[in-house]
């Protein structure tokens, strides 16, 4: 009884309505614009893959809490931590219900020539022309794997390292601002669709970009949504995760939190899935979040007195 009273549950809070209303409202939109038939397995079979493992731990785990095998304290954990996968779910969503033709069928263009312009007017060209004699197999493999594991790294294993250290204030307040960040950036795709280098201007790169892993580089494709590129939330993401935690880690956490949060960002443009303009707006995004949370911070003071 002691272990429930330092571990309080907190009920069903603002943040955990909106990450479990987020999935069905991309239901919803995909029903109401009748894109649900365009839904394929093809080119999504990471992504279920991903999901069923997920799934499968998710029933395992609730298994364990039902039978009391797990401390109060992992428990207490679980039982606040679940917003994050949800909230991605939604993410995949939109992949899954095409949410991108709701897009086009709204008669929303591309913004992709936009974007070029702005970043001409900012660098002088497209700011992933720069970096791009920096391509070498290493080099590839590291930015693939930064893109692809050090973006849910991040946030994923701050926050377990917050509640071990039983900061549930600092967690609760990351786990409202990325659900912010993440939410607010998802109706910017809806509404500001952007393709990317990638995809838009491939032919005017000099140095062709070869995957270093077709598994890593179909498993980063099986989760990318159509119109992903403006604000970048693998930019976003972690520097929100950094604001927020950074006086909380010790040194040698703020050096690897600050390597991996550097290389997302590098890798946003090596792999030329962004726009230096994309990637400012993302970092712009996590100051946003970070402030408006800030606001809310008191409504999330869970630790105990």
């Not at 955990?16 to 991309?26: D, E, G, H």
């Not at 952007?194 to 892993?213: C, D, H, R, T, Y």
């Not at 949060?261 to 996590?286: C, E, K, N, P, Q």
């Amino acid at each position: 009884m002691q272990d429930q009273k330092l571990y309080p549950r907190t009920g069903l809070s603002l943040d955990k309505i909106i990450a479990v209303s987020f999935p069905f409202l991309m239901l919803y939109l995909g029903y109401r614009f009748g894109t649900l038939s365009l839904w394929s397995t093809e080119g999504n079979e990471i992504a279920l893959i991903v999901i069923a493992i997920a799934l499968s731990i998710i029933g395992a785990l609730r298994i364990l809490i039902i039978k009391n095998k797990l401390s109060y304290k992992v428990e207490h954990f679980l039982r606040e931590f679940w917003p994050i996968p949800i909230v991605l779910l939604g993410y995949l969503a939109m992949r899954f219900f095409r949410i991108d033709a709701v897009t086009d069928m709204l008669g929303i263009l591309l913004k992709d020539l936009a974007i070029i312009q702005l970043d001409i007017m900012v660098f002088g060209q497209p700011l992933p022309f720069y970096i791009q004699h920096w391509v070498s197999p290493a080099m590839t493999f590291l930015m693939e794997n930064a893109y692809l594991h050090f973006y849910y790294a991040m946030p994923i294993g701050s926050m377990i390292y917050l509640a071990w250290k039983e900061n549930y204030a600092t967690f609760y307040r990351l786990r409202v601002a990325i659900i912010l960040a993440m939410i607010t950036g998802w109706f910017a795709y809806l509404l500001v669709p952007v393709e990317g280098p990638i995809k838009f201007i491939p032919e005017q790169f000099a140095v062709p970009l070869v995957p270093s892993s077709e598994v890593v580089y179909g498993a980063v494709e099986s989760f990318r949504y159509a119109y992903d590129c403006f604000p970048s939330l693998h930019t976003a993401i972690p520097w929100l995760t950094l604001f927020i935690c950074w006086s909380y880690y010790s040194h040698t956490l703020k050096m690897v939190a600050l390597f991996m949060t550097l290389s997302i960002t590098t890798a946003t443009l090596y792999l030329r899935y962004h726009y230096g303009i994309d990637v400012m707006a993302g970092f712009f995004w996590a100051i946003m979040a970070w402030l408006l949370t800030s606001r809310v911070e008191k409504r999330y003071q869970h630790e105990p007195s």
